[in-house]
């Protein structure tokens, strides 16, 4: 079992995007598991398939991890993503008192808004992972949000409170470590469990859409590859891939 080592910190006042800083400063030279990439302002922070995150300078939390999961398998690098979405739920309910719910495959709500999200790109080599830049935004004390996202919150807009943020980082990578320990234990079964337990909209028949059609349906399970499986209304199992159906909300 690897040792854990201290987080490495570059910070930037500004960036376009920690993950993109991150990949080509790996590309330059070796970096140790654990450098984290940080701005206090990105102006063009990158979410899942083209999508961009809004954040506001010196209010959030914008910043991207590096992880050298190699005792993982390359078929099991959705569990990243589980770890750390279900750091962020961990984080959120300490610092906050909040419950928050992991929409699939890993953006974070608390009630039916998005208050985090993650990007994970994965390098692998050979048969193992070669690294993780885990790129994560957490909306902390943006009061006013102007882009076209459809329903974006902040922890300051449902508490009325002002956070620190280094705490709150500091808090935050103290869960992913927690997390990550747990999963190069082996401890899969409980990970899968606690992912299940706080999955965004996990109980009863909700509305989805694919290509094709709406439908009602309800959350059956995710497999180790991140697909979703859904029983429609009559009892029809539907599996997808990311991207190829979406929550109506």
Not at 219 to 242: H, P, S
């Amino acid at each position: 079992m690897m040792a854990y080592s201290e987080p490495d910190f570059i910070f930037y006042p500004q960036l376009q995007s920690t993950n993109t800083e991150l990949k080509t400063l790996l590309s330059n030279k070796e970096l140790a598991e654990n450098t984290v990439v940080i701005t206090a302002h990105q102006t063009a922070g990158r979410g899942q398939v083209g999508n961009t995150w809004e954040s506001e300078a010196n209010k959030n939390l914008t910043f991207s991890l590096l992880l050298r999961p190699r005792f993982l398998a390359p078929h099991l690098q959705f569990y990243i993503s589980k770890i750390v979405s279900l750091a962020l739920v961990d984080t959120i309910k300490q610092v906050a008192q909040m419950e928050a719910s992991i929409k699939w495959p890993n953006d974070i709500y608390i009630g039916n808004q998005k208050v985090a999200g993650i990007l994970i790109e994965n390098s692998i080599l050979g048969n193992q992972l070669d690294y993780c830049i885990v790129g994560i935004g957490l909306n902390v004390n943006q009061a006013v949000f102007t882009s076209d996202a459809p329903n974006p919150v902040s922890l300051k807009k449902l508490s009325g409170k002002d956070y620190d943020l280094e705490a709150l980082l500091e808090t935050l990578l103290d869960h992913i470590e927690q997390r990550y320990h747990e999963l190069e234990i082996n401890r899969k079964a409980i990970i899968n469990k606690c992912y299940l337990d706080v999955l965004f909209r996990k109980d009863g028949f909700h509305t989805y859409k694919n290509e094709k059609e709406q439908f009602k349906a309800r959350i059956e399970y995710i497999n180790e590859m991140g697909m979703i499986t859904l029983t429609d209304t009559t009892g029809k199992k539907r599996q997808y891939a990311f991207k190829e159906v979406s929550f109506v909300i």
